[in-house]
């Protein structure tokens, strides 16, 4: 007997030792592979390109081709000078009938920004796909509602649509709201952007929209690719620094201000708008670039890339 434990407790010893020879050479393992091992660091997924608008407790993003269509709805609404409301119910009306896109198909022959139909005498096939056209039609049957500018938003849009889905313009109210404001100019700064620069600049056609909007109460200044805009208000100075920011995937926006408030795009996130130092004006010698020149509240300076 006392020779079989001997026999076993070496057998147990033997084994203990392999095991802890083995945890210990995996723990060696481990500690080279990790030494050996690339720093790999965390990857971050930039968010989708978009525009955000916020006013009060409303907030809704957009696409870069969404927030575009949304400056020209709100554009024809400021160009007839109609108030926010308008360009509100206006709003909520094109993201349920064709979520702001402007489509060559729908039910039937129904066609573009508010699905509106040719054989319904909205237009041509080619006038209703045109924004510009196709906005202003909305607005000249929304003001022929009666007591469309205090009644219920749903109900309003629905006497213009007669749509086949009567309360389908209820949910959109609360984004309709927020993108009015901002792009009214109602809401300063409110709206910012991710854009990673996939146009070329067009200050040309940036300046030809707002142009098209205000007509001759803008005073606005070209230099490069950078426009520097007077406004009569600053109410109106907020609606010229969003609206072109909301056309930046046209126009590719690099840069807005007004008066002291900045916002610069970046490709990863979505910038905050941020006080500018209002003591610092052009330098003493040499020709100062427009990012130096102060603004006033009624200038805007929209910088592109």
């Avoid at 790999?40 to 608008?53: G, H, K, S």
């Avoid at 196709?134 to 309003?156: E, H, M, P, R």
């Amino acid at each position: 007997m006392t020779a079989r434990r001997t026999h076993h407790h070496l057998v147990l010893r033997v084994l203990l030792a392999l095991l802890l020879g083995a945890a210990i050479v995996a723990a060696a393992i481990a500690v080279l592979v990790h030494l050996l091992a690339p720093s790999v660091a965390p990857v971050t997924i930039p968010p989708a390109q978009q525009c955000v608008a916020t006013a009060g407790s409303y907030q809704d993003s957009l696409t870069l081709e969404q927030a575009g269509n949304a400056a020209i709805i709100a554009g024809v609404a400021l160009q007839r000078g109609l108030p926010a409301r308008a360009a509100t119910i206006a709003l909520v009306t094109a993201m349920q009938e064709s979520g702001l896109r402007n489509l060559d198909y729908g039910d039937r022959d129904s066609i573009g920004l508010f699905q509106q139909r040719p054989s319904q005498g909205w237009g041509t096939q080619a006038q209703i796909m045109d924004p510009w056209y196709a906005s202003g039609k909305f607005y000249d049957a929304l003001v022929k509602v009666k007591g469309w500018q205090t009644g219920d938003i749903n109900d309003v849009a629905q006497a213009v649509q007669r749509s086949g889905v009567p309360e389908g313009y209820r949910p959109h109210e609360g984004a309709g709201r927020a993108w009015a404001s901002v792009l009214t100019g109602n809401t300063a700064g409110g709206l910012t952007c991710v854009d990673r620069g996939t146009t070329d600049p067009d200050a040309d056609g940036l300046a030809a929209l707002l142009h098209r909007i205000f007509g001759n109460a803008l005073s606005t200044q070209a230099q490069g690719n950078t426009l520097t805009i007077t406004a009569p208000d600053a109410t109106t100075a907020w609606a010229v620094a969003q609206l072109g920011l909301a056309d930046t995937g046209q126009a590719g926006v690099a840069s807005v201000q007004v008066g002291h408030q900045r916002l610069v795009l970046d490709p990863m996130q979505l910038a905050a708008w941020i006080t500018v130092d209002a003591s610092s004006g052009p330098p003493a010698t040499g020709t100062p670039s427009p990012d130096d020149l102060p603004l006033s509240d009624v200038q805007v300076r929209i910088m592109l890339r």
